[in-house]
């Protein structure tokens, strides 16, 4: 008789972090014992250069997770919980957790605390968080450890994992030559690019307010927006040696 493995129940609390632009930090947390909202926060405002930590993001734009153990039954049980300001991003959410399509409660919306007026007198101080970087980034939780936690001390240095590289591609209208430059740009990044990626394609005349926030003035233009540090060419995307450069192919990310 053959011993069958069983195989150990995945057992993890999950916390995200929104902004109002739709970017999104997160960790997974088998050992759920840390409070993560502030090594989110942290982490976001070194990715984003944010002037300070954004505590007003919490809880208004989070979501949590958690795959815990029924002793009873011995069946993992799931509990999953957003705030209605981030609702919207439940398919996100179940890939990023891999919790399939699941249904997401609705967390009690706090009065005062996340009041969307509020949170607006923000937006001057902390511009970035209400624009689109399509960012999603993990929080690596092996390196942050208990001296995090420990009163007056300095949290360590973050490591941050991201899905990939993000990109746009900056064009005007749709052309023959777009048409081109889209599918030897396909072609280059599916054979060169060792991590996943998103090319988004921005058409200017369309799009004008994201053109201004990328600060490009002329097209085409690629610009690298994640990993950092951002890069651009403009102009002529048919060297691949260039655009690979630009990349940064040969760094570890």
Request: proline residues 7%.
């Amino acid at each position: 008789m053959t011993k069958d493995k069983v195989s150990k129940p995945q057992l993890f609390k999950g916390i995200a972090l929104f902004t109002p632009g739709g970017d999104l930090i997160y960790c997974i947390d088998p050992d759920k014992q840390g409070r993560w909202h502030l090594h989110l926060c942290a982490a976001l405002q070194e990715i984003l250069d944010l002037p300070e930590l954004p505590h007003f993001l919490v809880p208004c734009y989070t979501a949590t997770v958690d795959h815990w153990l029924d002793p009873r039954s011995q069946q993992v049980r799931t509990f999953a919980e957003a705030y209605p300001a981030v609702m919207r991003h439940q398919a996100v959410l179940n890939a990023i957790f891999s919790t399939g399509e699941l249904v997401w409660q609705a967390a009690p919306w706090q009065e005062g605390m996340c009041d969307r007026m509020v949170l607006a007198t923000y937006r001057a101080s902390f511009p970035q968080l209400w624009e689109d970087h399509d960012l999603i980034v993990r929080l690596d939780i092996a390196e942050a450890g208990s001296k995090y936690r420990r009163a007056g001390t300095s949290p360590p240095k973050l490591q941050l994992n991201t899905q990939g590289y993000v990109l746009r591609l900056f064009v005007a209208g749709h052309s023959a030559n777009t048409e081109r430059i889209l599918h030897n740009l396909h072609e280059l990044l599916e054979r060169s690019l060792r991590h996943p990626y998103t090319l988004k394609v921005v058409d200017v005349l369309t799009n004008p307010e994201q053109a201004e926030i990328d600060q490009v003035s002329a097209t085409p233009t690629l610009v690298k927006v994640w990993p950092y540090p951002i890069r651009r060419i403009v102009g002529d995307l048919d060297y691949a040696e260039k655009i690979l450069q630009m990349l940064g192919t040969q760094e570890k990310f």
